[in-house]
Every structure is written in C-alpha cells, then in structure tokens.
C-alpha cells in the first residue's frame, strides 16, 4: 500500500480513536458523579471535533488538496464518527441530524487550522494549541453543567374560556397532518392525552406516537383558568429524551371578554446537551411544534363545537 494511502487512513483511524478515548472518559467521569442521565458536554461537539480536524491535518498535510476534496474527507471522517456514536453511544438519527452543523463546523475549522498551523512547522505552536485543548477539554470534564429554561406559545380560540377548558384537561386522538418537518421525517409527535380524575392531584397522561408516554401530575387546577402539572417519569427514548428533561408544563386560559379566549402553553425543561445556545435553539424548536399541534387540535375541537 502506498504512503499516500496509509496516512489517508491513518487520519481517518487515529481522529476516531481519540474520540472513543475522550467519550469513554467523559462517561467514566459522569458515572463516578452518579449524574442521573448521561451529559454530553461543549468538549463532545466543539473541542473534540476541532481536535479530529487537526489530526486528519496533520496526517493529510504533505497532500494539497482541493476545498471540495477537504469538504468530503472532512464529511466522512465524520461519518465515521457517528457510525460509532451510533453503536457505543446508542445515539438515533434525530440526534445525529441535530449535531452534524455542529460538529462539521467544529470539525472542519480544526482541519483548516490544522493546515496552516503544520505549513508553519512551529513546533512550539503546535504544542501549545494541542495542550490548550486539552486545558480546556479536562475543565469542560470537571465543571458542573446545569441549564433549564422555559418556552411560551399562545393561541387564540373562537369560544369562551368554559368551552375550551374540558379539551384542554383531556383530548382525543390528534388526526390532522402535521407540517413540522421533523415530526414528517419520523418524530415521535403528540396524538392524545388523557387523566384519571378532574381534579388537583389526579393523574394525566400525554400520549406521543410508538407509545412513548409523559406521565403527570395535576398541580393545579382551576377550571376555565389554569392547569399546571408536573412531569413525573418521561420516556426512555434515545433520540431526544434523556438529552432534553421535560419538567413541567402549563395552560394558561385568558377570556378576551368578546367571546374568545387566549390559550397559552408553557412548558420548563432541563438540558443534558451543551453547548445550550447551540442546543437550545433544536429543543425551542421542538417544544414549540409540540406546543402548537396539541393547541391547534384545541382549537378546532372547541370552534368545532361551539
């Protein structure tokens, strides 16, 4: 096998293999902390990519390659990456379409890099980006990571308060197409909810596609005006939960006193996935669709029986 032929692959495999490492040390440190789910922290999506591209640089850097040519090695160094995410990590597909800006991004701009920084032939800048990554990787690894929030949506329905109360405790079985092209692709979207009691303290099940179900808590309930509730188990699924942690959720009814009435959905939640400002703009997204699917299929069972 050519010289050529062996860096080549070279590249690919040692990228790679420092990524198992660094995963692996990530999850040995997050069991030792007995977290209760496993988080993926800013060095998984943004330092180790950059220090794959720099790798495959330092492998590739005798070759002069094109930008379309750095592009598709750079694409499959990170193919290969999530086949193994895929296989050790239990990663989906949903999680994946998530990450690939991300770390291609992060990836890339390392190989880039890596490129200019080896033409230079400085060994003490080569030194020192390397053990600046792994300062900042060792630091991300140790720090506490902790980031929760809130997303607000509201509708306004063509019946007063009373008559959208009762479908907002309880609805049947969400038949309308949906125009997320998320929940097209495969999703797992909302498709009903039901309860055992109306009252506060009774229990109320949000029901999503393959039987993955919220279980909650009713926490408050003031019919035609507020009903808060609690989640109190969500399901195991490894495309989205587990990295986002749904924690509570709210409907809010407002009677605009001509009739109508505004619906407002709330719903709080934790991240297991960093970057957040990366991260956050997915599950806002996410959220948000939930949101309205189960408030617009409010809205046309209220208008529908007014």
């Known amino acids: 096998m050519e010289r050529k032929n062996i860096r080549l692959i070279l590249g690919y495999a040692m990228s790679n293999l ?3 490492l660094v995963e692996g040390g990530i999850k040995i440190i997050d069991q030792y902390n007995n977290h209760m789910a496993f988080i993926f922290i800013t ?5 180790l990519p950059a220090a794959m591209g720099l ?3 330092w492998y590739w850097r005798d070759e002069q390659l094109r930008t379309g040519k750095k592009i598709l090695r750079i694409l499959l160094n990170m193919l290969i990456g999530f086949i193994l995410a895929f296989i050790f990590l239990r990663e989906g597909v949903f999680c994946l379409i998530i990450v690939t800006p991300l770390v291609f991004a992060f990836m890339f701009t390392g190989f880039l890099f890596g490129n200019f920084m080896y033409k230079k032939d400085n060994n003490t800048l080569n030194i020192s980006v390397l053990g600046l990554l792994v300062m900042v990787c060792f630091i991300d690894m140790i720090s506490v990571h902790h980031f929760e929030t809130s997303v607000t949506d509201e509708i306004i329905v063509n019946a007063p308060p009373a008559k959208v109360w009762p479908f907002v405790v309880a609805y049947p079985e969400i038949k309308e197409k949906s125009h997320y092209w998320f929940f097209n692709i495969g999703l797992p979207k909302p498709v009903g909810s039901t309860v055992t009691g109306y009252c506060q303290g009774a229990g109320r099940k949000c029901i999503f596609e393959r039987n993955m ?4 808590i009713m926490s408050v309930y003031e019919p035609g005006k507020n009903l808060t509730f609690d989640i109190i188990h969500q399901p195991s699924d490894p495309e989205i939960m587990g990295h986002i942690n749904i924690e509570k959720g ?6 605009n006193g001509n009739g109508t009435t505004t619906l407002v959905g ?3 939640y934790s991240l297991n996935v960093y970057p957040a400002v990366y991260f956050d703009v997915w599950a806002r997204s996410i959220t948000r669709n939930v949101h309205l699917r189960v408030m617009e299929h409010i809205k046309l069972l209220c208008e529908k029986a007014w």
């Open 250 to 255: 709210q409907f809010i009814l407002r009677d």
């Open 55 to 57: 790798i495959c640089a």
């Open 266 to 268: 709330t719903s709080w």
């Open 43 to 47: 060095t998984t999506f943004v330092i």
């Open 18 to 20: 420092l990524g198992v």
């Open 213 to 216: 179900v919220f279980d909650e």
